[in-house]
Each structure stands twice: as C-alpha cells, then as structure tokens.
C-alpha cells in the first residue's frame, strides 16, 4: 500500500511537472517579467540595505538606482547602434577584405575539386547586402516595430513588478513568517531561512559572474586592439554580455571576432596567436577563475548546468539562458527543504573531492 501510494505521488509530480513546464512557455510574457523583477529585486537587495543603514529614504535610494541604471542601459544602447551602424556603412570595405582573403582559399579549391566557390560567394554577398540595406529594414519595419513593442511591454511590466517587490523585500523576513505562521520573536522561521539562502546564493553567482564577464570582456577588447581587429570595444562588450550565458555564451562570442580577424589579420603567425589568447583568455576565466571565486556552496553538477539551459532557453529563450543557472539554484534550495528530494539535491551538486592522507 505504502508503495502504491510513493508510486502514485511521483507519476502526479511528474505530470504536475509537465504541466507546469506547459504554463510557463504559454504564459512566458507574464511570467519572464516576474521573475525578472524578482531576480534584479534581489541583487539590489544589498545595495537597498547598505542606503537604509545609512538613513537613506527608500523613495531617494529607488530614484538614485533607476538614474543609474537608466545612464547605463542608454550607454549600452548606443553602444550596439553606433557599431552596428558602422558595420553596415563599412559593409563594402569588409567584403573587399573577405574577398581579398578569400582568393587564394577559392582558388586551392578550384585546382583541387574543380568548384568555382567565387559564383556562389557572390551570391551570398548579394543576398547579405539586400539583407542589411536601409530598404530591407524599411521592408521589415511592421516585424521590427512588433519586437520593439513586445520588448517595451515587458520592460514596462518588468518595472512594474519591479517598484512591488523592491516596496517588500527590505521586509521579506517579516512577510515569509507571518505566511509560515512562525512564531519566532526577533528571528526567522525555515522558510525565511530558505529564502535568505537563495538570495545569498544568487548574489554570489552574479558578482561572481559580473567580474568574470568585466574581466572577459576586457581581456578580448585587448587582445582585438593588439591585434588590430576593428570594433575592439564592441567585442569585449559582446563577450561580456554573452558570458552571461553559461557554457556556450563566451564561445558563441568568440567567433565573431575570430571571423573577422581571419579576414583583417595578414599574418597567419599574428592570427595564430590571436585565436590561442582568445581561447586561453575564456578557458582560464571560465574553467579556473570562476569556479575558484564561486566556491563550493554554488558547484553545480555541469550536467544540469547544461540540461537547465536547454529547458529554460526553450521555454523563455535568451533570457531563460541567462536565468537557467539562477533558476537552478533556486529550485536546489528550494528542493533543500523537501526531505524526500535529498536524492535529487545531491546529484545536483558536484562530489566532494577526499582528501588524500
């Protein structure tokens, strides 16, 4: 009987799972904002309690955190308009480049397999040049004026969730104990506990994260401007931004720049040297920094990592990559707290190394 009854509560939370899964990729324009509130609400959190200590109005340290953040998303989008604006005016430059590089490649190719790749390349350039002229975007306006309204409906969301959640989390302990029903004076209850970990947790992995994706994205601008890549500055913004994303964000943001160093570097000794220190630069931040800066209370078993950003790239897509990993770790601490899910949280989590005696 007891069996039957395990059996039956497992096959409900696997369906409930599904279904759960369902809600969250049908409903996803009103749930991303959500949860993106609530993560921003708390990497603020200690920023919001540092103003406090300090006898700051919470309405002044809100107006002073929305001005900061305001100058900044402003700098990061002129970023990416200005250097997108001078890919397509300097278009034609780059494919005479890509040309010029190409030639010899063409030209082994046709001596070898008797294939003239020049025709199709044409071709391609053509459709390329039709893709990213001023009459396609022209062309394209009703698409691009829906993406712009649908990313202004869930910035606008977003911020609204935003202002709620930032009005209760300076008093999350209270709210969480009156839910609990917690009769603990001056203290926490579990669930208090629990959410305290899941902050404490998300904000070691975003530090963490923010000064290994500044630190990437610093050494590729270097390494591009030494090696005399053109948009230095816009590469390293790139692979800060992408780094974000684990496992396949720094080297999705490494083939751009690669690509064009192919085409803009003429030694092969120079371009050599510039693919290495791009791959030293991310295999070192990525496999050695920030496992070292994260410590043990974040090691998460590399398999979810990646299982996490499939599903979550699927239901929400890039901001679900860039959340997958936060996401895990708030399902792990909240797992934690399930005396029959310990299995589950411990194949979550990486072994312990043993100690050599």
Not at 29 to 44: C, E, R, T
Not at 107 to 132: C, H, M, P, R
Not at 141 to 166: D, I, K, N, R, W
Request: charged share 10%.
């Amino acid at each position: 009987m007891e069996r039957d009854i395990k059996t039956i509560k497992n096959l409900l939370i696997f369906f409930s799972s599904i279904l759960i899964a369902y809600l969250l990729k049908v409903l996803s324009y009103m749930f991303i904002p959500l949860v993106l509130a609530i993560f921003i609400a708390i990497v603020m959190y200690p920023l919001l309690t540092w103003f406090r200590n300090r006898r700051v109005p919470f309405w002044a340290s809100i107006i002073i955190i929305f001005v900061v953040a305001f100058f900044v998303l402003n700098g990061v989008g002129n970023v990416i308009i200005d250097t997108v604006s001078d890919i397509i005016a300097d278009k034609d430059h780059l494919y005479a480049q890509v040309q010029n590089k190409a030639t010899p490649l063409f030209a082994y190719v046709k001596d070898l397999t008797g294939i003239d790749l020049n025709n199709y390349s044409e071709s391609a350039w053509t459709y390329i040049q039709k893709f990213v002229s001023f009459e396609q975007v022209l062309y394209s306006s009703g698409t691009f004026a829906s993406f712009l309204s649908s990313l202004a409906g869930t910035l606008f969301m977003t911020l609204l969730y935003l202002f709620v959640t930032l009005g209760g989390i300076l008093k999350y302990d209270q709210y969480l104990n009156y839910l609990e029903k917690s009769d603990v004076e001056g203290g926490k209850g579990s669930w208090a506990i629990a959410f305290e970990e899941v902050m404490s947790s998300i904000n070691t992995y975003m530090k963490v994260k923010l000064v290994v994706s500044l630190a990437t994205g610093v050494s590729f601008a270097l390494i591009c401007g030494l090696c005399g890549v053109d948009y230095a500055f816009f590469w390293g913004f790139l692979a800060c931004i992408l780094n974000f994303i684990p496992t396949f964000g720094s080297i999705i943001a490494s083939v751009p720049p690669i690509l064009l160093g192919w085409v803009q570097i003429e030694s092969f000794g120079w371009l050599v040297l510039f693919i290495v220190l791009l791959l030293v630069c991310q295999t070192i931040f990525g496999n050695v920094v920030e496992p070292m800066m994260m410590g043990n209370s974040l090691s998460i078993n590399t398999v979810f990592v990646f299982l996490a950003l499939v599903v979550w790239g699927y239901l929400w897509g890039i901001t679900g990559s860039i959340l997958s990993v936060p996401m895990l770790v708030l399902i792990r601490v909240i797992l934690e707290q399930m005396p029959d899910a310990q299995f589950v949280v411990r194949l979550m989590g990486n072994a312990p190394e043993v100690e050599k005696k």
